[in-house]
Structures are given as C-alpha cells and as structure tokens.
T-cell receptor, first 109, second 114 residues
Framework: SQQGEEDPQALSIQEGENATMNCSYK?????LQWYRQNSGRGLVHLIL?????REKHSGRLRVTLDTSKKSSSLLITASRAADTASYFC?????????FGKGNQVVVIP | DTAVSQTPKYLVTQMGNDKSIKCEQN?????MYWYKQDSKKFLKIMFS???????INETVPNRFSPKSPDKAHLNLHINSLELGDSAVYFC?????????????FGPGTRLLVL
C-alpha cells in the first residue's frame, strides 16, 4: 500500500529561516497532500499537488513532486513561531490517503 | 461553525468496557473516515464510508464497528476495550472518495484505556 514517509522527523530552526521536509511514497498516486497538526488538534490541509504537477506554491509554502523518484518536498519560507507543528504528507490513491509519520518542526522565536 | 465535530473529546475508561465516539460533519460531504493516531503520531486509516456505504475496512479488530445513520454522521463503537486501543481517534470527511481530495479532520477523541 502507499506509505508516505517524511525525512527528517524533527527539525528545530530559528524564526525567519526556511524549513524543508521530504516525503517518499511507494506506489502510484493521484495526488500528494501536506497537512499540519498543531499539538492536541486535528490535521489541517495545507496544499495538494496532483501527479501531473511538479511544483506548487501557496503563500509561504512551496511543494515539489518528483513522480520518477516517488518523492515530494515541502518548503516553508520565512518561518514563524506559529509554524511550530507536526507536518504530514499523504499519498492520495486507491480510494484513500496514506499518511506518513510526520515531521515535528519547532520554530524558535 | 464547526465543520467536523467529534464527541467526546476525552474518554477515559476501564478495560473490557464498551464505548462509542460520535462524529458529525456539516460540509455536505459524501465520504467520511475514521483514523487512529498512536503515541508515535502515526496516522492509520480504519474505515471509510461513502454515502452510508462502507468502502474501506482496514485490518481492524471486529471489536470496532462503525455505523453511519446518514451521510453526515459516522460513529465508532468499540467493544471490550483493550489497553492497546489507547490512542487519538480522528474523524474526517471529503467531498469525493474517488479522487482522494482534501480531507477535513475533526479535533480528535483522546481515548485512554486503564
């Protein structure tokens, strides 16, 4: 089954720096999504990139998708303390989303 | 307005008990899901319903039984609770199951089995 796997799993950065997270998956997909989870809360959708797209932007977020390598990256530019959260990638296909283990990102003010 | 709501938010119970978690969405979506998030934050799908019809039933013990009285509600009943059932359970919904579009999550129910 599809399985997103993020790398690295924990990232600590200074406010204003960029944060990059990577994700790999194993099978074919229709899309790749990224979600954010603040401590004690549910997941919130950030961005979706379709399998025929290579790059997508949304505000301070930039997502890339390389279907030949079965990988995606999420870049958060000019990070803020409020970006502190866990970030999950999810591979969309076969009537479901397969979530990875999540990256904990801590932005230090 | 809460898009996807779950009750209760916290559930502490003894081993062997039976409990239910309720989920409601007011987004008009056709598809609803139950996920389990363990202590390492790994999120695993359990069930999915499309317009009251079960479409995904992962390898979940049959002590877990979902029930969808209508497409806006998907409840989860758990019989004979075990220690390993302790986790956070998330309900989610989406407009269209076929294209795996954006899912909207509830706030989660934190279940602790003692």
């Amino acid at each position: 089954s599809q399985q997103g796997e993020e790398d690295p799993q924990a990232l600590s950065i200074q406010e204003g720096e960029n944060a990059t997270m990577n994700c790999s998956y194993k099978t074919s997909i229709n899309n790749l999504q990224w979600y954010r989870q603040n401590s004690g809360r549910g997941l919130v959708h950030l961005i979706l990139i379709r399998s025929n797209e290579r790059e997508k932007h949304s505000g301070r977020l930039r997502v890339t998708l390389d279907t030949s390598k079965k990988s995606s990256s999420l870049l958060i530019t000019a990070s803020r303390a409020a970006d502190t959260a866990s970030y999950f990638c999810a591979a969309g296909g076969n009537n479901r989303l397969a979530f990875g283990k999540g990256n904990q990102v801590v932005v230090i003010p | 307005d809460t898009a996807v709501s779950q009750t209760p938010k916290y559930l502490v119970t003894q081993m062997g008990n039976d409990k239910s978690i309720k989920c409601e969405q007011n987004l008009g979506h056709d598809t609803m899901y139950w996920y389990k998030q363990d202590s390492k934050k790994f999120l695993k799908i359990m069930f999915s319903y499309n317009n009251k019809e079960l479409i995904i039933n992962e390898t979940v013990p049959n002590r877990f039984s979902p029930k969808s009285p209508d497409k806006a509600h998907l409840n989860l009943h758990i019989n004979s609770l075990e220690l390993g059932d302790s986790a956070v359970y998330f309900c989610a919904s989406s407009q269209d199951r076929g294209r795996q579009e954006t899912q909207y999550f509830g706030p989660g129910t934190r279940l602790l089995v003692l």
